[in-house]
């Protein structure tokens, strides 16, 4: 497959400026030692960080950050150089890319998705990222046990996603099969920019738990 395609980034990547000399340190000093690493944490379309910066201060797990977008970037490496984490990689691209050319099998402990783009309009459906091929790829990189958090507030996603979830029963279980489990809310969990902004639109985020088997 063509790796312009095949690691092509859909939506926004650019936002007031370029990444700054902060970002582009980290980012070659991080690529430097990130084949080394024993991956913990994975956060994909971190954002402007708040999910990676809590997960890295809360313990002492290494958690790479994956994102596209330059402004989120610039200020995840500037709060981590501010706050001396040392405990925080920074990948800028695609996550397709993340784990072809920098991930072993068997060598993820957790990965965060929470508020992946949902790409409402149905023509654009096919953008998403979170489907049964995605399931049935990111397996491979996962310790036994290993752990996949998601969280969305579109309906129409939460629905695919779940139908992709039962194709990949035999691989994974669902944990948090309840609404206590499932109301982002209501549980301990980073109360990022889109979380607030989905609650700013009356929208109740949805919450997934999967194990890996």
């Given at each position: 497959m063509n790796s312009i395609f095949k690691y092509r980034l859909y939506g926004r990547s650019k936002g007031r400026g370029?990444?700054?000399?902060?970002?582009?340190?980290?980012?070659?000093?991080?690529?430097?030692?990130?084949e080394r690493i024993n991956y913990n944490?994975?956060?994909i379309g971190c954002g402007y960080g708040e999910s990676t910066l809590e997960f890295a201060r809360n313990n002492k797990k290494i958690v790479t950050a994956c994102e596209k977008y330059i402004d989120g970037i610039n200020n995840i490496a500037e709060k981590v150089h501010h706050q001396s984490l040392s405990n925080i990689y920074i990948f800028h691209?695609?996550?397709?890319?993340?784990?072809?050319?920098y991930c072993s099998y068997d060598s993820i402990e957790e990965v965060w998705i929470l508020f992946p783009d949902p790409w409402p309009k149905k023509r654009h459906f096919k953008r998403r990222l979170i489907d049964e091929v995605f399931l049935n790829k990111i397996k491979k990189f996962l310790k036994k046990?290993?752990?996949?958090?998601?969280?969305?507030?579109s309906k129409s996603y939460i629905s695919e996603i779940l139908k992709s979830i039962y194709e990949v029963k035999k691989d994974f279980v669902?944990?948090?099969?309840?609404?206590?489990g499932w109301e982002y809310s209501?549980?301990?969990?980073?109360?990022?920019?889109?979380f607030k902004k989905a609650l700013k639109n009356g929208l109740n985020p949805f919450y997934l738990k999967l194990v890996k088997l």
């Amino acid at each position: 497959m063509n790796s312009i395609f095949k690691y092509r980034l859909y939506g926004r990547s650019k936002g007031r400026g370029k990444l700054n000399t902060i970002s582009k340190e980290a980012i070659k000093l991080r690529l430097k030692k990130i084949e080394r690493i024993n991956y913990n944490v994975i956060d994909i379309g971190c954002g402007y960080g708040e999910s990676t910066l809590e997960f890295a201060r809360n313990n002492k797990k290494i958690v790479t950050a994956c994102e596209k977008y330059i402004d989120g970037i610039n200020n995840i490496a500037e709060k981590v150089h501010h706050q001396s984490l040392s405990n925080i990689y920074i990948f800028h691209g695609n996550v397709h890319e993340l784990l072809d050319q920098y991930c072993s099998y068997d060598s993820i402990e957790e990965v965060w998705i929470l508020f992946p783009d949902p790409w409402p309009k149905k023509r654009h459906f096919k953008r998403r990222l979170i489907d049964e091929v995605f399931l049935n790829k990111i397996k491979k990189f996962l310790k036994k046990n290993a752990s996949i958090h998601i969280a969305t507030d579109s309906k129409s996603y939460i629905s695919e996603i779940l139908k992709s979830i039962y194709e990949v029963k035999k691989d994974f279980v669902w944990i948090n099969q309840n609404k206590q489990g499932w109301e982002y809310s209501s549980l301990s969990l980073p109360k990022t920019k889109y979380f607030k902004k989905a609650l700013k639109n009356g929208l109740n985020p949805f919450y997934l738990k999967l194990v890996k088997l």
